[in-house]
């Protein structure tokens, strides 16, 4: 699983599910790769994710991203994300069982309204 510098809390267990479902993803799709470390695509796509959540503007009261008003990815990166989430999200429940169920339940709670103002982890972070 890999961290992050730049975000705490709900935005940093985020990125952990992301990063471990890319693990799951990456490990069987893309062989070439020293072992236990992502192919190239696979870790672009994880900074790119990083970065995403870093600028979420709803920050610590981020929704799932399927119940998200506000579509920030760009479409390539939707697409893999879309991919990712379809072949290990099933797969989660194994290897990280607490990780998968709070995102299945963050995911029954109704979409949010217009985002905070000034309320991403960015905004917060270059502010201290
Ligand atoms: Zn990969």
Do not use: W
């Amino acid at each position: 699983m890999t961290d992050s510098s730049l975000l705490s809390g709900k935005l940093l267990f985020e990125f952990q599910t992301i990063s471990a479902m890319v693990e799951i993803y990456c490990k069987a799709h893309h062989c070439n790769k020293p072992q236990n470390s992502l192919c190239e695509s696979c870790d672009e796509f994880l900074a790119y994710a990083e970065t995403r959540l870093d600028r979420c503007p709803y920050g610590q009261e981020k929704p799932t991203c399927n119940k998200c008003p506000v579509h920030c990815y760009k479409p390539k990166m939707k697409q893999k994300a879309r991919e990712i989430m379809i072949y290990a999200g099933p797969r989660m429940l194994l290897p990280h069982p607490i990780m998968a169920i709070k995102h299945l339940l963050a995911e029954r709670k109704p979409a949010p309204g217009k985002p905070p103002k000034e309320a991403s982890n960015r905004h917060l972070r270059k502010q201290s």
